[in-house]
Protein backbone atom coordinates (compact mmCIF):
# COMPACT_ATOMS: atom_id res chain seq x y z
CA UNK A 1 0.00 0.00 0.00
CA UNK A 2 0.88 3.41 0.12
CA UNK A 3 3.07 4.50 2.81
CA UNK A 4 4.46 8.29 4.20
CA UNK A 5 8.17 8.21 5.63
CA UNK A 6 7.78 10.04 8.73
CA UNK A 7 11.78 11.18 10.34
CA UNK A 8 13.25 11.16 12.42
CA UNK A 9 11.56 8.48 14.52
CA UNK A 10 12.61 10.02 17.81
CA UNK A 11 14.32 13.12 19.08
CA UNK A 12 15.91 13.85 22.48
CA UNK A 13 16.25 17.74 22.50
CA UNK A 14 17.33 20.24 25.16
CA UNK A 15 14.17 22.77 26.58
CA UNK A 16 14.65 26.18 24.17
CA UNK A 17 15.84 24.40 21.13
CA UNK A 18 14.20 24.49 17.76
CA UNK A 19 12.64 20.93 15.88
CA UNK A 20 12.61 19.87 12.82
CA UNK A 21 10.49 17.14 11.30
CA UNK A 22 9.16 15.63 8.01
CA UNK A 23 7.17 12.99 5.75
CA UNK A 24 8.02 11.88 2.45
CA UNK A 25 5.89 9.90 -0.09
CA UNK A 26 6.80 8.96 -3.52
CA UNK A 27 3.19 9.97 -4.07
CA UNK A 28 1.90 13.02 -4.83
CA UNK A 29 -0.76 14.42 -1.96
CA UNK A 30 -3.43 17.27 -2.19
CA UNK A 31 -3.65 17.31 1.65
CA UNK A 32 -1.08 17.26 4.37
CA UNK A 33 -2.25 17.36 8.61
CA UNK A 34 0.20 17.42 11.16
CA UNK A 35 -1.45 16.42 14.56
CA UNK A 36 0.11 15.71 17.87
CA UNK A 37 -0.91 13.00 20.19
CA UNK A 38 -0.39 13.23 24.44
CA UNK A 39 0.36 9.85 25.85
CA UNK A 40 -3.21 8.10 26.54
CA UNK A 41 -5.21 10.71 24.20
CA UNK A 42 -6.32 11.41 20.70
CA UNK A 43 -4.17 13.13 18.32
CA UNK A 44 -5.18 16.74 17.56
CA UNK A 45 -4.81 18.68 14.80
CA UNK A 46 -2.00 21.30 14.91
CA UNK A 47 -1.44 22.65 11.35
CA UNK A 48 -3.67 21.73 7.93
CA UNK A 49 -2.25 22.08 4.45
CA UNK A 50 -3.99 22.36 1.23
CA UNK A 51 -1.49 24.05 -1.70
CA UNK A 52 1.77 23.78 -2.90
CA UNK A 53 4.21 25.55 -1.48
CA UNK A 54 1.95 26.49 1.26
CA UNK A 55 3.90 27.55 4.66
CA UNK A 56 1.18 28.00 7.53
CA UNK A 57 2.17 28.46 11.31
CA UNK A 58 0.27 28.01 14.57
CA UNK A 59 1.73 29.39 17.62
CA UNK A 60 5.65 28.26 17.34
CA UNK A 61 4.68 25.72 15.35
CA UNK A 62 5.15 26.13 11.33
CA UNK A 63 4.42 23.68 8.61
CA UNK A 64 5.12 23.56 4.76
CA UNK A 65 3.49 21.60 1.65
CA UNK A 66 6.47 20.72 -0.51
CA UNK A 67 6.61 22.17 -4.00
CA UNK A 68 6.75 18.77 -5.30
CA UNK A 69 3.31 17.50 -3.47
CA UNK A 70 5.47 14.82 -2.25
CA UNK A 71 6.68 16.33 1.09
CA UNK A 72 5.77 18.04 4.39
CA UNK A 73 7.98 19.77 6.87
CA UNK A 74 6.85 21.18 11.13
CA UNK A 75 9.40 23.23 12.66
CA UNK A 76 8.59 24.20 16.00
CA UNK A 77 10.57 26.85 17.18
CA UNK A 78 11.95 27.78 20.94
CA UNK A 79 10.70 24.01 22.17
CA UNK A 80 8.78 24.27 25.91
CA UNK A 81 8.48 20.76 28.32
CA UNK A 82 4.35 20.46 26.74
CA UNK A 83 5.75 19.78 23.48
CA UNK A 84 6.94 16.48 24.48
CA UNK A 85 4.34 13.99 22.38
CA UNK A 86 4.18 12.24 19.28
CA UNK A 87 3.64 14.66 16.08
CA UNK A 88 1.91 12.44 13.02
CA UNK A 89 2.07 13.80 9.43
CA UNK A 90 -1.19 12.27 7.35
CA UNK A 91 -1.34 13.14 3.69
CA UNK A 92 -4.67 12.87 1.17
CA UNK A 93 -3.97 11.74 -2.14
CA UNK A 94 -6.91 12.05 -4.85
CA UNK A 95 -6.37 8.45 -5.41
CA UNK A 96 -7.66 7.23 -2.16
CA UNK A 97 -10.22 8.10 -0.30
CA UNK A 98 -8.60 7.87 2.94
CA UNK A 99 -5.91 9.32 4.82
CA UNK A 100 -2.18 7.66 4.66
CA UNK A 101 -0.33 8.18 7.88
CA UNK A 102 3.14 8.46 9.09
CA UNK A 103 4.43 6.46 11.75
CA UNK A 104 4.69 9.31 14.30
CA UNK A 105 7.96 11.89 15.45
CA UNK A 106 8.14 10.84 19.19
CA UNK A 107 9.77 14.07 20.99
CA UNK A 108 11.58 14.26 24.26
CA UNK A 109 12.57 16.79 26.44
CA UNK A 110 16.26 15.97 28.16
CA UNK A 111 16.39 16.77 31.95
CA UNK B 1 -12.08 22.53 19.50
CA UNK B 2 -14.03 19.51 17.44
CA UNK B 3 -16.83 17.81 19.98
CA UNK B 4 -16.32 14.61 19.84
CA UNK B 5 -16.74 11.93 22.52
CA UNK B 6 -15.92 8.01 23.44
CA UNK B 7 -17.08 5.88 26.02
CA UNK B 8 -15.70 4.01 27.86
CA UNK B 9 -11.86 5.73 28.22
CA UNK B 10 -10.90 2.59 29.58
CA UNK B 11 -12.64 -0.95 29.89
CA UNK B 12 -10.64 -4.19 31.63
CA UNK B 13 -12.86 -6.88 30.50
CA UNK B 14 -12.51 -10.71 30.11
CA UNK B 15 -12.08 -12.99 27.37
CA UNK B 16 -15.53 -13.62 25.43
CA UNK B 17 -17.32 -11.07 26.10
CA UNK B 18 -19.24 -8.63 23.90
CA UNK B 19 -18.46 -5.12 24.01
CA UNK B 20 -19.33 -2.48 22.47
CA UNK B 21 -17.34 0.94 22.37
CA UNK B 22 -19.35 4.13 21.96
CA UNK B 23 -18.42 7.15 19.53
CA UNK B 24 -20.79 10.09 18.84
CA UNK B 25 -19.89 13.88 17.53
CA UNK B 26 -21.93 16.74 17.51
CA UNK B 27 -20.46 18.76 14.61
CA UNK B 28 -23.01 17.12 11.84
CA UNK B 29 -19.78 15.54 10.15
CA UNK B 30 -20.84 12.77 7.48
CA UNK B 31 -17.83 10.82 7.83
CA UNK B 32 -16.73 8.87 10.49
CA UNK B 33 -13.69 6.75 11.33
CA UNK B 34 -12.49 4.37 14.10
CA UNK B 35 -8.33 3.48 14.03
CA UNK B 36 -6.66 1.04 16.19
CA UNK B 37 -3.67 2.05 17.80
CA UNK B 38 -1.22 0.32 20.03
CA UNK B 39 0.79 2.61 22.70
CA UNK B 40 3.24 5.19 20.53
CA UNK B 41 2.60 3.03 17.03
CA UNK B 42 0.81 4.19 14.21
CA UNK B 43 -2.92 4.56 13.45
CA UNK B 44 -4.56 1.91 11.78
CA UNK B 45 -7.79 2.14 10.20
CA UNK B 46 -10.32 -0.53 10.67
CA UNK B 47 -13.88 1.07 9.72
CA UNK B 48 -15.24 4.43 7.99
CA UNK B 49 -18.98 5.58 6.93
CA UNK B 50 -19.60 8.32 4.44
CA UNK B 51 -23.17 8.66 6.50
CA UNK B 52 -25.85 7.34 7.61
CA UNK B 53 -26.36 3.25 6.50
CA UNK B 54 -22.76 3.20 5.18
CA UNK B 55 -20.26 1.34 6.32
CA UNK B 56 -16.95 0.05 5.07
CA UNK B 57 -13.91 -1.63 6.37
CA UNK B 58 -10.27 -0.13 6.87
CA UNK B 59 -6.90 -1.25 5.65
CA UNK B 60 -6.45 -3.61 8.99
CA UNK B 61 -8.50 -6.55 9.17
CA UNK B 62 -10.37 -6.40 12.21
CA UNK B 63 -12.83 -8.91 13.81
CA UNK B 64 -15.25 -6.28 14.94
CA UNK B 65 -18.45 -4.73 13.75
CA UNK B 66 -19.66 -1.05 13.22
CA UNK B 67 -23.26 0.33 12.70
CA UNK B 68 -24.28 3.87 11.33
CA UNK B 69 -27.90 4.54 12.02
CA UNK B 70 -27.55 7.75 13.07
CA UNK B 71 -25.13 11.10 11.77
CA UNK B 72 -23.79 11.77 15.04
CA UNK B 73 -23.47 7.88 17.11
CA UNK B 74 -20.45 5.28 15.65
CA UNK B 75 -20.07 2.41 17.75
CA UNK B 76 -18.05 -0.33 17.29
CA UNK B 77 -18.96 -3.67 18.92
CA UNK B 78 -16.46 -7.01 19.35
CA UNK B 79 -18.49 -10.13 19.97
CA UNK B 80 -16.06 -11.59 21.62
CA UNK B 81 -13.75 -9.83 23.45
CA UNK B 82 -9.57 -11.78 23.06
CA UNK B 83 -6.56 -10.87 24.35
CA UNK B 84 -5.24 -9.71 21.22
CA UNK B 85 -7.87 -6.97 21.00
CA UNK B 86 -6.16 -4.91 23.68
CA UNK B 87 -5.15 -2.11 22.21
CA UNK B 88 -6.66 2.13 22.27
CA UNK B 89 -9.28 2.76 20.04
CA UNK B 90 -9.47 6.36 18.33
CA UNK B 91 -12.60 7.36 16.62
CA UNK B 92 -12.44 10.49 14.02
CA UNK B 93 -15.45 12.36 11.79
CA UNK B 94 -14.61 14.92 8.65
CA UNK B 95 -16.69 17.13 7.13
CA UNK B 96 -17.98 15.64 3.49
CA UNK B 97 -15.91 16.84 0.78
CA UNK B 98 -12.69 17.37 3.68
CA UNK B 99 -9.64 15.81 4.65
CA UNK B 100 -9.09 16.66 8.15
CA UNK B 101 -10.39 14.86 10.89
CA UNK B 102 -10.76 15.35 13.98
CA UNK B 103 -10.35 12.54 16.94
CA UNK B 104 -11.93 11.57 20.00
CA UNK B 105 -9.87 10.73 23.33
CA UNK B 106 -9.91 7.38 22.64
CA UNK B 107 -10.82 4.07 24.25
CA UNK B 108 -8.24 1.45 26.29
CA UNK B 109 -8.94 -1.66 25.68
CA UNK B 110 -7.33 -4.57 28.34
CA UNK B 111 -8.76 -7.86 27.25
CA UNK B 112 -7.76 -10.66 30.34
Known amino acids: GQQLNQSPQSMFIQEGEDVSMNCTSS?????WLWYKQDPGEGPVLLIA???AGELTSNGRLTAQFGITRKDSFLNISASIPSDVGIYFCAGHMDSNYQLIWGAGTKLIIKP | EADIYQTPRYLVIGTGKKITLECSQTMGHDKMYWYQQDPGMELHLIHYSYGVNSTEKGDLSSESTVSRIRTEHFPLTLESARPSHTSQYLC???????????FGPGTRLLVL
Open chain 1, 49 to 51: LYK
Open chain 1, 27 to 31: SIFNT
Open chain 2, 92 to 102: ASSMAGRETQY
